[in-house]
Nanobody, 121 residues
Framework: VQLQASGGGSVQAGGSLTLSCAAP????????MGWFRQAPGQEREFVAC????????YYADSVKGRFTISRNNAKKTATLQMNSLKPDDTAVYYC???????????????WGQGTEVTVSS
């Protein structure tokens, strides 16, 4: 599966952004879909993921209650709705897919290009 992320941008603290990940191909529904982020000088960190049918979602503690991940298997897309954004959310966000999931980036095997999110105070 090839991944194409979009939707990053600049926003003030408290604002919202929606990131989208397009993953055309016949096997999209077999994959967990996830989002990681990487701030300058830091390791890539887990943000959220969703299982193949959307029945289970997992979030980093830092984004719980503010971010929502969803997927549309018919359209082969995954979305990360980010609300109440904080300056600490500033990072490059990466869409990822894997047949299993984990909190470490090493456990995910397909990656899209990053999309930059900047939150100003």
């Amino acid at each position: 599966v090839q991944l194409q992320a979009s939707g990053g941008g600049s926003v003030q603290a408290g604002g919202s952004l929606t990131l989208s990940c397009a993953a055309p191909g016949p096997t999209f529904s077999l994959y967990f879909m996830g989002w990681f982020r990487q701030a300058p000088g830091q390791e890539r960190e887990f943000v959220a993921c969703i299982n193949w049918d959307g029945s289970n979602e997992y979030y980093a503690d830092s984004v719980k209650g503010r971010f929502t991940i969803s997927r549309n298997n018919a359209k082969k897309t995954a979305t990360l709705q980010m609300n109440s954004l904080k300056p600490d959310d500033t990072a490059v966000y990466y869409c990822t897919a894997s047949r299993s999931w984990g909190y470490s980036a090493r456990e995910w095997d397909k990656w899209g290009q990053g999309t930059e999110v900047t939150v100003s105070s």
